[in-house]
C-alpha cells in the first residue's frame, strides 16, 4: 500500500488552493462540498472561481502571486498551477511546516493524493491510483457509481437514526451486526430504492419491535473459494466472505482472495500438506462447530469447490449432527478452472466424450485406481494431487492399454500468475518434470484434447508478480 487511505473532517478548517484556473475550480468545488473555509491565492481567477466566491461566504480570493507567507497553519493545501517552479516551492513550505499537500498531476511532489470520489453522503467511497493513472482511477469509479444506488445515503441517515434503539434491543454486537446487515439487504432497502422512504422507516421500525435478543448460535458457511484467481469468485462468496467474523482457510486459498475478507475478521489458517498438517481433520470439524456455537459467523473458505476433493461433506457433517445451521456455496473446481486457462477443453467432439475426476492418492495414500476404465479410448483424464504418485499413475495407465504417447500436462498453479503449463506424453512425463522445481498446487490432465493447448491457450501468466 503505497498510499494509506484516510477520511478528514474539513468542516470550518482553512484550507489553501494555489491557482485559479479550471484544475483549481474543480478541487475548490470538492473542498466546499466538504464545508472548508477556503483561500485562494493567484494573479488572476477564472470566471468559474469568480462565481464560487460570489455564493459561498467560505472562499477568500487573494490575487496576488504565491509567497511561503501565505502558508500558516492550513489543514491541508492544493497547488493547482501550470508553473512548476510555483507548484516545487509550495510543496517545500508545506513540508516544512507538516501541512499535508497536493500538486495536481505531480505525485511525486504530493503527501496526499485526492482520490475520485463516489459521494452518498453521508456514505463516501474513494478510489485512487496512488497517482500512477488517475483516468484509470476514475473509470473504476464509475463502476462503482453504477453499482451504489443514490439511495444509500439516505439509508445511512436513517440507520444512524434508529442506531441507539437496536444497541438497546439487541445484544450481542456480532447479532446487530447480523441485524443491519438483513435490514439494509432486504425489502428495506428495496422500498428506498424505489423511492419510498417513509414505507422503509416503517418497515424498520417494525423489524426493530419484532426483534427478540438471539439465540447465541452462529452459521457456518462451507465456501468454494475457486482455483486462484479472485475474479473466479462466485458473488454469494464474496458476500459471506465480507459478513463472516471468522475465516478458517487452508492452503490453497491465495493470498489475493484473502484480501477480499471483511477487514477486523479473524483468520484461522488450517492448511495441510503431504505429512504436515497443521490441523487434523476431525479438529477442523470440531474447531467450526466450536466458533458457530460461539454465535460467530463462520467462512470455511477451500480452494477449488468443498465438494471435489475438498472433504467438504466430512466438515459438515459434525455440523448437521449438532444442528448447527450451515450452508454450502460451490466453486469454480480446480479441474476447470485450471483446465480452461491453460487451453485445454475438458470435452472434445473429436477427442472426449465423458471427462473423469480422480485423485492421486487415496486415504491410505494408495494409488489403487480403477485403471482399465481410466485406461480407456475417448476420454479425458483429470488427476488431483498426483504429483506424488505420478511415475506409478503413468506406468499404470500404459500396463493397462493406454498409449505411452498419450499425452498429458501438467498445470502448476493454475488460473493465478504464477501458472505454468508442461506438456509431455505418459511416458516422458516424469523425465521432463525431474528438474522443473515444480510448486504445488498441480493438476494433471491426460487425453488427446491435451494436444489443442498449443493451438487454444489464451492466458498469459506474469511469472514476475
Known sequence: MDYFPLFIDLKNKNCLVIGAGEVATRKVELLAKAKASITIVAPEFCANIQTLAHNNKDITLLQKEFSSDDINQQRLIISATNILAVNQHAAEVANAHNIPINVVDS????????????????????????????????????????????????????????????????????QRRIFWENALQ??????????????????????????????????????????????????????????????????????????????????????????????????????????????????????????????????????????????????????????????????????????????????????????????APNQTIVIYMGLVGLNTICQSLIQHGASADLPIALIQQGTTHTQRVITATLSTISKKIEHENIQPPTLFIIGTVVSLHNDLKWFTPNNNL
Not at 473504476?140 to 436513517?158: D, H, T, V, W
Open 186 to 375: 432486504g425489502s428495506i432497502a428495496e422500498l428506498f430504492y424505489s423511492g419510498k422512504e417513509k414505507e422503509a422507516e416503517i418497515e424498520l421500525q417494525k423489524a426493530i419491535n419484532s426483534t427478540k435478543n438471539p439465540s447465541n448460535t452462529g452459521e457456518v458457511y462451507l465456501v468454494g473459494a475457486g482455483p486462484g484467481d479472485p475474479d473466479l469468485l462466485t458473488f454469494r462468496a464474496l458476500r459471506l466472505m465480507q459478513q463472516a467474523d471468522v475465516v478458517v482457510y487452508d492452503r490453497l486459498v491465495s493470498k489475493e482472495i484473502l484480501e477480499l475478507v471483511r477487514r477486523d475478521a479473524e483468520l484461522v489458517y488450517v492448511g495441510k500438506q503431504r505429512d504436515n498438517h497443521s490441523l487434523p481433520q476431525e479438529s477442523i470439524n470440531a474447531l467450526l462447530a466450536r466458533l458457530a456455537k460461539e454465535g460467530k459467523r463462520v467462512v470455511r473458505l477451500k480452494g477449488g469447490d468443498p465438494f471435489i476433493f475438498g472433504r467438504g461433506a466430512e466438515e459438515i457433517e459434525l455440523l448437521a449432527q449438532e444442528n448447527i445451521n450451515f450452508q454450502v456455496v460451490p466453486g469454480i473446481t480446480a479441474a476447470s478452472g485450471c483446465a480452461t486457462y491453460a487451453g485445454i477443453p475438458l470435452t472434445h467432439r473429436d477427442h472426449a466424450q465423458s471427462c473423469t475426476f480422480v485423485t492421486g492418492h487415496l486415504k491410505d495414500n494408495t494409488v489403487n485406481l480403477n485403471w482399465k476404465q481410466l485406461a
Open 107 to 174: 505525485p511525486e511532489l504530493c503527501s496526499f493524493i485526492v482520490p475520485a470520489i463516489i459521494d452518498r453522503s453521508p456514505i463516501v467511497a474513494a478510489v485512487s491510483s496512488g497517482g500512477a493513472s488517475p483516468v484509470l482511477a476514475r473509470l473504476l469509479r464509475s463502476r462503482l457509481e453504477s453499482l451504489i444506488p443514490p439511495a444509500f445515503g439516505k439509508m445511512a441517515e436513517l440507520a444512524n437514526k434508529y442506531r441507539s434503539l437496536v444497541k438497546e434491543k439487541i445484544n450481542p454486537p456480532a
